[in-house]
T-cell receptor
Framework: DSGVTQTPKHLITATGQRVTLRCSPR?????VYWYQQSLDQGLQFLIQ???????AKGNILERFSAQQFPDLHSELNLSSLELGDSALYFC??????????????FGEGSRLTVL | GDSVTQMEGPVTLSEEAFLTINCTYT??????LFWYVQYPGEGLQLLLK?????DKGSNKGFEATYRKETTSFHLEKGSVQVSDSAVYFC?????????????FGSGTRLQVQP
C-alpha cells in the first residue's frame, strides 16, 4: 500500500460527459502528480501541484483541469469526454520534506471508460 | 525535450533465466535515472535509481548502471522468478529543476514462465 488513495477505481461514462477523479496523497506529501496511461501513448505526465499551486504542466488537454485543495487532496476534471480519453489515470505524490529524491508514490489508478 | 526509449515487449523468459531490458535516454541536463515496476492491478513503485554517472542502483536482485557515455540505464537480473512478471518502466528526472516530474519510457512487459 503506497498510501495514495484514488477514487473512483472504475468509471464508465458517455462521450460529451464530464467526470471528476479524486486523489488523496500520502500523509504529509505536498506534491501531487497526475499521469495518464493508455495503450498507445504509454504513461504521460499531465500536471503537477505543490502545496496548492500548479508547479508544472505536461501533455494536458484544455478540456482537462486540476486543482489541489488546502487539505492537499487533488481533483482532476475531465470534460467533453471523447472515446480517446479512455485510459488509466494515476495520481502520485512526493516530497514529504523539501528534498525531492525522485521517488513518486503511485495510487492504484482510476480506470475511465468512455462509450 | 527529455525522452526515454525502452525495448519493445513483451519479454518472455523461463524461470532462472538472465534478464536484460534496454533503456536509453535523451536529456539536456544531467538527469537522475529510475526503474519503476508495475505489478498487475497496482500502481507503479520505485525499483531502483541512480543519480550520477557510473552509479549502480540495485534492489531485489535487479541492477542498473548509469552510463553517461552511452546514455543508457539497462536493467538486469541474473535469475528471474515468476513473481517478477510485471511491466517495467525506465524514467528520468532533472532534480535540479523545480519541475521534478518524471518522464517515463513506454514500459516493457516481462512474463516469466515456470
Amino acid at each position: 500500500d503506497s498510501g495514495v488513495t484514488q477514487t473512483p477505481k472504475h468509471l464508465i461514462t458517455a462521450t460529451g460527459q464530464r467526470v471528476t477523479l479524486r486523489c488523496s496523497p500520502r500523509s504529509g506529501d505536498l506534491s501531487v502528480y497526475w499521469y495518464q496511461q493508455s495503450l498507445d501513448q504509454g504513461l504521460q505526465f499531465l500536471i503537477q501541484y505543490y502545496n496548492g499551486e500548479e508547479r508544472a504542466k505536461g501533455n494536458i488537454l484544455e478540456r482537462f483541469s486540476a486543482q489541489q485543495f488546502p487539505d492537499l487532496h487533488s481533483e482532476l476534471n475531465l470534460s467533453s469526454l471523447e472515446l480517446g480519453d479512455s485510459a488509466l489515470y494515476f495520481c502520485a505524490s512526493s516530497a514529504k520534506t523539501g528534498d525531492f529524491t525522485g521517488e513518486l508514490f503511485f495510487g492504484e489508478g482510476s480506470r475511465l471508460t468512455v462509450l | 525535450g527529455d525522452s526515454v526509449t525502452q525495448m519493445e515487449g513483451p519479454v518472455t523468459l523461463s524461470e532462472e533465466a538472465f534478464l536484460t531490458i534496454n533503456c536509453t535516454y535523451t536529456a539536456t541536463g544531467y538527469p537522475s535515472l529510475f526503474w519503476y515496476v508495475q505489478y498487475p492491478g497496482e500502481g507503479l513503485q520505485l525499483l531502483l535509481k541512480a543519480t550520477k554517472a557510473d552509479d549502480k542502483g540495485s534492489n531485489k536482485g535487479f541492477e542498473a548502471t548509469y552510463r553517461k557515455e552511452t546514455t543508457s540505464f539497462h536493467l538486469e537480473k541474473g535469475s528471474v522468478q515468476v513473481s517478477d512478471s510485471a511491466v517495467y518502466f525506465c524514467a528520468l528526472s532533472d532534480l535540479d529543476t523545480g519541475r521534478r516530474a518524471l518522464t517515463f519510457g513506454s514500459g516493457t512487459r516481462l512474463q516469466v514462465q515456470p
